[in-house]
């Protein structure tokens, strides 16, 4: 693992060796690290391990009496729709900003979303957002391009096929044509439950008998 500037044990980057040396390097870290999100919830308990390490959340799920979370009291109503959302609002947040200046030194941030406005936001700031890029995180979320790496790299993935689609995966002539894997997992399905409904149970005296609800129609 290599370290990076700002912990009281570092000058400059060097290699750890070892979880006590790993395990040293954050006891003794002086640079402030956040993590910034709707809550707390994802990285609870680091902490613990990681000295300075504080969160900034949107909801407080201790009601003020975790030592080390912070939520600004001004929230008003706001209709977020994408966790981004919200840690952006929370960046450019007067009280969190306030915050994070009285506490000094200048802020490492981790969350788990953000985009290209997180990054803008960090800049204006002065934050140091500790996380990939949002364009390479775009690029590796795909599903094809992370087939094609794992191919590269000698690690293909399950059987799959990278090819140009022009017609539906399923067209309806498809599903309907007789043989079909789609037709025979339909008439496994639909013939299941009749198969339940005529089948018998054991009796008191240990011989088959029909069903209830069978006996009950018959008288």
């Known amino acids: 693992m290599t370290a990076t500037p700002g912990s009281a044990s570092s000058a400059g980057s060097r290699h750890l060796n070892g979880i006590a040396e790993i395990r040293t390097f954050f006891r003794t870290n002086q640079q402030p690290i956040y993590f910034v999100g709707p809550t707390a919830f994802n990285l609870l308990g680091i902490d613990r391990w990681v000295r300075n390490f504080q ?74 957002l500790i996380l990939p890029p949002d364009s390479l995180r775009r690029r590796l979320d795909s599903k094809i391009v992370t087939t094609q790496l794992g191919n590269e790299a000698g690690a293909p993935s399950v059987p799959n096929v990278l090819a140009t689609r022009t017609t539906t995966l399923l067209s309806p002539r498809w599903r309907e044509e007789p043989g079909s894997a789609t037709t025979s997992w339909s008439r496994r399905r639909t013939a299941t439950p009749a198969r339940r409904r005529s089948s018998s149970r054991p009796s008191r005296t240990g011989t088959s008998s029909p069903t209830t609800s069978t006996a009950r129609d018959s008288r």
Do not use: K
């Open 55 to 128: 969160y900034i959340a949107y909801y407080d799920s201790w009601d003020g009496q975790h030592p080390r979370v912070f939520t600004p009291e001004n929230r008003p109503y706001v209709e977020f729709e994408s966790s981004e959302q919200i840690n952006n609002y929370l960046l450019r947040d007067p009280e969190v900003q306030d915050y994070l200046s009285r506490r000094g030194g200048t802020p490492l941030v981790a969350m788990v979303f953000f985009d290209e406005e997180t990054e803008e936001i960090c800049r204006e700031q002065g934050y140091t």
